[in-house]
């Protein structure tokens, strides 16, 4: 990826980490840096940016034959407003982020 985001996600008992390599209004996709076994199950991301840390929860949609990548699609917004994913995807937009592959 062009702009590697460092994200923590909490997947059951399990804490990994890793980088969104894709991103929407309606989920995100994250390359983890250690394996997960395929689950169905609720996942917290947390995203800081500086001294700011944005949140969003989700359903687990989809993982890689590798166990290294989560697809996610979020819930309804239950993180506060000005720690939403949504306040999240204005940022990106106000600093012209988004997901792009190295050429």
């Known amino acids: 990826m062009a702009l590697q985001i460092p994200v923590h ?3 059951g008992d399990q804490l990994c980490s890793g980088y969104l ?3 929407d209004n309606g989920g995100a ?7 997960v076994t395929p689950m169905r199950v609720t996942g917290e991301l947390t995203v800081k940016i500086e001294d700011h840390a944005f949140q969003a ?12 990548g989560i697809g996610l699609e979020w819930e309804n917004n239950t ?25």
């Open 79 to 103: 993180v506060e407003l000005e720690s939403s994913w949504m306040s999240l995807m204005a940022l990106f937009n106000d600093l012209g982020w988004e997901p792009r592959l190295l050429r």
């Open 29 to 35: 996709f994250i390359y983890l840096h250690e394996t």
């Open 9 to 11: 996600l909490q997947l």
């Open 21 to 23: 390599t894709n991103w």
């Open 57 to 68: 929860k989700g359903s687990v949609v989809t993982v890689t034959m590798d166990g290294k």
